[in-house]
């Protein structure tokens, strides 16, 4: 006797969103049942990866996670060719930490010039993210939305403290936007709603509900994101149906289960493969909770994805 799978039935759809221009353009979301269920209904996008570069060198990452962007991570010109002339990155997420007022405090007149530099040497969708400095970030955002406009690449992250600039310049320039609450299902589908009561698409918009690294809270994000995303198939929420971000290399290479050496843990194991081992795992279980664009660091944590996708779909 062959086996049947029992199957639900959903009534709502996640909203798919493209990002960049022309053929290296890249769509996610779209589905109409939980991750990676397309025995249930349609699954028309697998998610997408985004390497992770800084406008900056990124002197506060571990050794190991340093290690592979040696030679290219002091200009981020170089660092996003490298990403994707050779690590074949589909998609570069560029944070500008170079901006906070307590690392370089550069200009928004600088950050323009970067983006629009690597915009002129790439031709993969890019990532536009400020350094969570909410009022530095409303000047740094709409100056870089600007440089950036009509390329349609994702400006974020607008939060409750300042919303309102940030998506109105991404409205201006035709971009996406991120919306990041801080991990709570109510605070999410509040902001959502006050960006959609401005004017934005709700259709252009990309859901943060903030992450977490495994071991330190990550059960929790995992809950919030489950809960958003039944919210939009099973409750028809149509502020809860824009895909989700899991923008997990900041939180996971920040841990020290990712940075502590061997010597004073040695029954860890290998600092580079702990490391490594943490951000898939982190990046799996995000994937399963919902999320549909992810951000990430080490190459080889990008690879043990990518084969996880590939095995599910």
């Given at each position: 006797m062959s086996f049947t799978p029992t199957k639900e039935t959903y009534s709502g759809k996640v909203y798919?969103?493209?990002?960049?221009?022309?053929?290296?353009?890249?769509?996610?979301?779209?589905e109409n049942v939980l991750t990676f269920h397309s025995f249930e209904g349609e699954t028309p996008n697998r998610p997408v990866i985004a390497y992770e570069i800084q406008d900056v060198p990124p002197t506060d990452w571990p050794d190991s996670v340093k290690k592979p962007f040696e030679g290219v991570s002091d200009d981020p010109v170089k660092w996003a060719k490298f990403c994707q002339d050779e690590l074949k990155a589909a998609v570069i997420a560029l944070r500008l930490i170079g901006t906070h007022p307590d690392k370089e405090d550069r200009s928004p007149a600088d950050a323009s010039k970067t983006v629009s530099d690597l915009l002129a040497a790439i031709d993969v969708p890019l990532i536009i993210l400020g350094s969570n400095h909410a009022e530095k970030d409303s000047q740094v955002l709409v100056a870089v939305a600007e440089a950036a406009k009509d390329k349609n690449c994702v400006i974020g992250k607008a939060q409750e403290a300042n919303y309102?600039?940030?998506?109105?310049?991404?409205?201006?320039?035709?971009?996406?936007?991120?919306?990041?609450?801080?991990?709570?299902?109510?605070?999410?589908?509040?902001?959502?709603?006050?960006?959609?009561?401005?004017?934005f698409e709700k259709e252009r918009l990309i859901t943060d509900p903030m992450c977490s690294a495994l071991g330190y809270g990550l059960e929790y994000t995992y809950s919030v994101m489950e809960r958003i995303r039944l919210a939009a198939l099973l409750q028809q929420d149509a502020t809860m149906q824009p895909p989700m971000l899991g923008d997990i290399g900041m939180y996971v290479w920040k841990v020290k289960e990712t940075h502590a050496p061997e010597a004073d843990q040695p029954q860890w194991g290998s600092t580079e493969e702990r490391g490594i081992a943490w951000e898939a795992t982190t990046a799996t279980s995000l994937l399963i909770a919902g999320a549909e664009l992810l951000i990430m660091r080490h190459p080889k944590a990008v690879e043990a994805l990518e084969k996880v996708i590939e095995e599910l779909i």
């Open positions: 798919p969103v493209t990002i960049g221009t022309g053929d290296k353009a890249v769509t996610f979301g779209g309102k600039t940030i998506a109105a310049a991404a409205m201006a320039n035709n971009h996406k936007l991120i919306a990041m609450s801080e991990l709570d299902i109510n605070l999410s589908k509040q902001l959502n709603i006050l960006i959609t009561q401005m004017g």
